[in-house]
């Protein structure tokens, strides 16, 4: 029986063949793994950047100086505590200087009304009912805006800050306030009020147009411009 044989150069391209598979896939998976490594690569490097972003690098003619970026729920104790003192000589100093202002059918005089826009929208007008009742038997709101009678504030001691979580604070005011009749009689009343504040993001142009502020031109109007640029919103109000 005759053998088949094999041609030399036939046998010679088969094993080469043979020999050319392991090299192929050895290629493929090598270039998996650069490409699984460069995608560690760039999810480090997205790391990177956001911590980069968390970081703020001021750069003197010196130094580089390097500087946590400001929380956005920060709020400094002097700046509370100012923020407290303003707005409440501002809701609780009632004459027939300022006009009055109306909430459906109440009127209200106007520095009280301004000071009810630092508040959360929803207990605004809540609040403002609340007031009038409180003083409705021996202080009605009605003497105030006829001019019949005045209330003028000194605050007695310095506000007190409580921090109650990130971003969220009690401040109390205490103060005498004198209610002052035409007549050059007077009653003083011992307050203690405390707000529950919290910090909000700035308020916008277009926040104001839609709430009717206008431009802050008017002086209370300014008052209220500037209280929402504080970033701050009263939550809740305690009048002992």
Do not use: C
């Not at 999810?43 to 390097?66: C, D, M």
């Not at 035409?182 to 405390?194: F, I």
């Not at 277009?206 to 504080?230: P, Q, V």
Request: charged share 25%.
């Amino acid at each position: 029986m005759d053998m088949i044989k094999v041609h030399p150069a036939l046998e010679s391209a088969q094993q080469q063949k043979k020999r050319k598979i392991p090299w192929l896939f050895i290629g493929f998976a090598t270039s998996y793994v650069f490409l699984f490594l460069a995608v560690l690569g760039i999810g480090a490097n997205l790391a990177s950047l956001r911590e980069e972003r968390s970081n703020l690098f001021v750069q003197t003619p010196n130094e580089t100086i390097h500087a946590q970026r400001k929380d956005p729920l920060y709020r400094s104790e002097g700046q509370l505590k100012a923020y407290a003192r303003q707005w409440f000589k501002t809701a609780y100093t009632w004459n027939s200087q300022d006009p009055e202002k109306k909430v459906g059918v109440d009127a209200y005089p106007a520095k009280l009304w301004a000071a009810s826009f630092a508040m959360d929208l929803g207990m605004r007008e809540g609040w403002l009912q609340q007031v009038k009742t409180r003083y409705a038997q021996q202080l009605p709101l009605d003497a105030y805006l006829t001019g019949k009678q005045e209330a003028v504030i000194e605050l007695t001691r310095d506000p007190t800050v409580q921090e109650v979580e990130a971003g969220l604070w009690r401040v109390t005011v205490v103060a005498d306030r004198a209610h002052v009749k035409s007549d050059g009689t007077s009653q003083v009343e011992a307050m203690s009020v405390t707000l529950t504040v919290q910090a909000v993001p700035h308020s916008n142009a277009k926040e104001n147009d839609i709430l009717g502020l206008g431009t802050g031109s008017e002086s209370l109007n300014a008052l209220i411009h500037r209280w929402r640029k504080e970033g701050l919103k009263i939550v809740l109000v305690e009048a002992k």
